[in-house]
């Protein structure tokens, strides 16, 4: 087992009574600490580094933008690596979404496209249109807007006050849900579940429905019904309110198309994106928005209320296009929807394994769903701690995975998610299946679970 930090150190970690293996290389799928280890990145870290580490042209494209200018204010100049990086992603997003407004984090781009949605509502005579729905479970970000719109409910322990109420709609969880995603579907999973809240909460009353087109963490890439993104876009337009697709953990490529809502057909209103699009190079995202909307705002107030020092930053949008630009000449989406198919096959075996309920995914994103007993669902008790013994398990065995918890029931639940960069191998991905394998027998057989 890891020990704690060490007390020498003047880094405030993340996770405090934890110490961190000490990472000195980088190399395609893999990482080397300062002890020699090697460590399969089988997660991207946080489905951010899609093209693995230590990738030459993109550190040459961010080295030469620092040393030509680095900085420029978003509300002055504007310059190549922008224009260019925008007119590509743009390129990219379906139907109308041709404006991209760059930022730094996902939270940040969720903040700035829920104000976008408020903005333009008020500047288009609606004021009455303030409300926010989202999926329970969900994640949209930490900042405390984007935290709102989050059904998350241990990362609010402390700051539950300072929130703002959002309406929640049930995710289409089929895994949990009363059809277990079999036909006829249930409210959650048809989509009509989103039709209810909007009546209740009153049509005229709501500026925008914020949701993950496949699921992120929160429900382990629960992948919808293929009818069920079409059901939303008719809902959303019957009552005239605006679709955000958050892609920040999706989007670029991660499910083996641009953004995880391509296969059902639907253009959203706004989409956000992040993570991968700069692929973990530097912290890049994005609101990508339609004329028709951010024109009420440019025949308005004049500008978007969400200015930030750090927007539209010349070094970070030369970092995502030379992301774009590097996943477009190696045909890396292509390969990741390619190597997918290969990686959920090989995933199948872990339905064999104890404590696994549930394995499922698009492209190379992958959720595996702990559970006390498989044929009743029933999660394992949140004091067994199953998601962390995981991780540690995997971390000892050199595998990075990332966990998450409490989508069961908001406070049981277990899953560990996969998401290996987009030039995975074959022989890559059996390591992974071997690594995962023996960290979970060596998982359950310290909570006690071992069969
Ligand atoms: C779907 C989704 N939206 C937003 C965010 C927030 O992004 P960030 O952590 O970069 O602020 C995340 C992060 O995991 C996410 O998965």
Redesign the pocket.
Known sequence: MLEPAPSGSHVFYRKLTRRYPHIVRGDGCYLYDDGGRRYLDAVGG??VANLGHGLRPLAEAIGNQAQNFAYLNGTAFTHSPVEEFAAELAALCPGDLDLVYPLG??????EAALKLARQYWVESGQSGRRKILSFVPG?????LL?LSASARAHYTTYFREWLVDVARVPAPYAYRCACRGKPPLCPACSGDALEEVILREGPDTIAAFIG?PVG??STGATVPAPEYWRRVREICDRHSVLFVA?????GAGRTGTWSALEPYGVVPDIM?L??GIAAGTV?L?AVVAPRRIVDALAHGSGSLLHAQTFSHHPVLCAAGLATLRYLREHRLVERCSRMGRVFHQRLEVFRELPLVGDVRGRGLLAGIEFVADPASREPLPRSAGMAEAFTGAALEAGLVVWPNVGHADGTNGDLAMLAPPFIVTEEQIEEIVSLFTRALRTAADRIGAAR
């Open positions: 946080a489905f984090s996902g939270s940040e781009a969720v994640y949209h970000g930490n900042t984007a993950e992120g963490s958050d892609e920040v953990l999706t956000t992040g993570k912290p995202s």
